[in-house]
C-alpha cells in the first residue's frame, strides 16, 4: 500500500529530477517554444516542495492536492495549469483514503490524465505531454518500471510528430524534428514515481 510518505518522495524526487534536467527541459523548449520550460517547472516544484514541509499534509490525497495547487499558483506557462490540474483531480480522485493501492492510483492518474485532455483539449499524437502521460498510465497495471519506460518512450515518439496545441502548433510543420518538452517533463515525472517505488 501506498501512504502520504511515498506521495511525499514522489513529489520531492520530481523536484529533484527537474532541478537535474531544468536546463535540458529549457533547451527542447528553445526551438518549438519560449525557452522557459524548465525554469517553470524548477519554480514550480520547489514551491511544492516548501509547501510540503510547512504544512505536512497527512494523506495521499491531500499531498496530491497540495502539490497541485502549487504548480498552479507559482507556474506561469501553460504547463502550471496543465500539470497542477493532473496531480490535483488525482489526488481528490484518492479522497481521503489513508493508504491507497497502485491499482487505485493507476484509476486515480487516468482519472488526472483525462482531466489534463478535457481542460488543454490535447489528443495522442498532438506533441503534447500527453503523448508520455497516457501510454505510462496504460503500463501503469502492470509496473511502476513499466510505467516510467513507457512515458520515456511516449516522449521519444513526439520528435517526428507536428504539434496541434500548445505554443509549438503555431510553427506548423517546421515543429516536427524536435522532442516536445512537456512529454519530456512527464517522463520524468514518471521516472519519480518508480524510485519513490524503489523501481
Ligand atoms: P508555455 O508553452 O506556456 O511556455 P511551458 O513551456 O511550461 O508553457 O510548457 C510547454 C509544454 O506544455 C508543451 O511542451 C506541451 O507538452 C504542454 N502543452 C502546451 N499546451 C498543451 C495543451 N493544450 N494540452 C496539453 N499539453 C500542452
Ligand atoms: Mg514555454
Same mark, same amino acid.
Given at each position: 500500500?501506498?501512504? @502520504?510518505?511515498?506521495?511525499?518522495?514522489?513529489?520531492? =524526487?520530481?523536484?529533484?529530477?527537474?532541478?537535474?534536467? $531544468?536546463?535540458?527541459?529549457?533547451?527542447?523548449?528553445?526551438?518549438?517554444?519560449?525557452?522557459?520550460?524548465?525554469?517553470?517547472?524548477?519554480?514550480?516544484?520547489?514551491?511544492?516542495?516548501? @509547501?510540503?514541509?510547512? +504544512?505536512?499534509?497527512?494523506?495521499?490525497?491531500?499531498?496530491?492536492?497540495?502539490? !497541485?495547487r502549487?504548480?498552479?499558483?507559482?507556474?506561469?506557462?501553460?504547463?502550471?495549469?496543465?500539470?497542477? /490540474?493532473?496531480?490535483?483531480? /488525482?489526488?481528490? =480522485?484518492?479522497?481521503?483514503?489513508?493508504?491507497?493501492?497502485? +491499482?487505485?492510483?493507476?484509476e @486515480?492518474?487516468?482519472?488526472?490524465?483525462?482531466?489534463?485532455?478535457?481542460l488543454?483539449?490535447? @489528443?495522442?499524437?498532438? #506533441? /503534447?505531454?500527453?503523448?508520455?502521460?497516457?501510454?505510462?498510465?496504460? $503500463?501503469? !497495471? +502492470?509496473?511502476?518500471? $513499466?510505467?516510467?519506460?513507457?512515458?520515456? +518512450?511516449?516522449?521519444?515518439?513526439?520528435?517526428?510528430?507536428? $504539434?496541434? #496545441?500548445?505554443?509549438?502548433?503555431?510553427?506548423?510543420?517546421r515543429?516536427?524534428?524536435?522532442?516536445?518538452?512537456?512529454?519530456?517533463?512527464?517522463?520524468?515525472?514518471?521516472?519519480?514515481?518508480?524510485?519513490?517505488?524503489?523501481?
Amino acid at each position: 500500500m501506498l501512504d @502520504a510518505d511515498f506521495f511525499r518522495r514522489w513529489m520531492t =524526487a520530481t523536484a529533484a529530477l527537474v532541478d537535474r534536467e $531544468a536546463e535540458r527541459l529549457t533547451a527542447l523548449d528553445s526551438p518549438i517554444g519560449d525557452a522557459d520550460h524548465g525554469s517553470n517547472l524548477q519554480r514550480g516544484f520547489t514551491a511544492v516542495t516548501a @509547501a510540503l514541509e510547512k +504544512e505536512a499534509p497527512d494523506t495521499p490525497g491531500a499531498v496530491l492536492i497540495l502539490a !497541485g495547487r502549487q504548480l498552479i499558483s507559482t507556474v506561469g506557462g501553460a504547463s502550471g495549469p496543465l500539470y497542477g /490540474t493532473l496531480l490535483r483531480r /488525482t489526488g481528490k =480522485a484518492l479522497a481521503d483514503a489513508a493508504e491507497v493501492s497502485p +491499482e487505485q492510483l493507476a484509476e @486515480a492518474l487516468r482519472t488526472g490524465v483525462d482531466a489534463v485532455r478535457t481542460l488543454g483539449g490535447a @489528443a495522442p499524437g498532438d #506533441k /503534447t505531454m500527453i503523448d508520455a502521460l497516457v501510454p505510462a498510465v496504460d $503500463a501503469l !497495471g +502492470e509496473s511502476f518500471a $513499466a510505467a516510467r519506460d513507457a512515458a520515456d +518512450e511516449g516522449a521519444r515518439a513526439t520528435t517526428p510528430m507536428q $504539434a496541434r #496545441k500548445g505554443r509549438a502548433s503555431y510553427l506548423g510543420e517546421r515543429s516536427i524534428g524536435h522532442q516536445d518538452p512537456g512529454a519530456t517533463s512527464s517522463a520524468l515525472v514518471m521516472t519519480a514515481l518508480a524510485e519513490a517505488a524503489g523501481e
